[in-house]
């Protein structure tokens, strides 16, 4: 079983930055995509943004100019740095490995509170 780690979530202030990172164990395929994923309280969940092996990023509408996606070559991991961070923010972040359509692997998530 693959497992998905995520880290780096965290309480930070309005307008401030967190850098997420995901890890997943599997190291004999490379996933085709890996994505960071986010659930507010009552809501959801939603993709944020998502990194192909070939380093194709695609963005959700929020996420768009202030975070940005990476993956260092064709490794099974996933950063996500977050700039001028909003309450809207405010969810628990999962990472997601994708090697093919029967293979999707979640990590259990991390929690990012953005607040005064």
């Known amino acids: 079983q693959v497992q998905v780690v995520e880290s780096g979530g965290g309480l930070v202030q309005p307008g401030g930055s967190l850098r997420l990172s995901c890890a997943a164990s599997?190291?004999?395929?490379?996933?085709?995509?890996m994505g960071w994923y986010r659930q507010a309280p009552g809501k959801e969940r939603e993709l944020v943004a998502a990194v192909t092996v070939g380093g194709h990023t695609s963005y959700s509408e929020s996420a768009k100019g202030r975070f940005s996606i990476s993956r260092a070559g064709a490794k099974n991991t996933a950063n996500l740095q977050m700039n001028n961070l909003t309450s809207e923010d405010t969810a628990v972040y999962y990472c997601?490995?994708?090697?093919?359509?029967?293979?999707?692997?979640w990590g259990k998530g991390t929690l990012v509170t953005v607040s005064s």
């Open positions: 997601n490995a994708k090697f093919d359509p029967a293979r999707i692997y």
């Open positions: 599997e190291t004999r395929l490379i996933a085709i995509v």
